[in-house]
């Protein structure tokens, strides 16, 4: 399911160039984002690589996939 939200114009500017870069659509990075974000927050002693990774493994646990490096 879907919802609107509205999102500031920079926000938006600036997750489009990101999601450019990493071969990604806009929504999807934002909730890349959002997922980091989450994650951070509940727990706030994790470093960004080790947040990074979890969402990967998660990803290959969706996809029956394995990628290495």
């Known amino acids: ?30 909730e890349y984002w959002s997922q980091i974000g989450k994650i951070a927050e509940e727990n706030p002693d994790l470093p960004f690589t080790m947040i990074r990774d979890i969402l990967i493994a998660d990803q290959e646990k969706l996809t029956g996939e394995y990628k290495f490096g």
């Open 1 to 30: 399911m879907s919802v609107n939200v509205k999102l500031s114009k920079s926000l938006v500017a600036e997750a489009k160039r990101y999601a450019q870069t990493q071969h990604s659509s806009l929504p999807k990075h934002i």
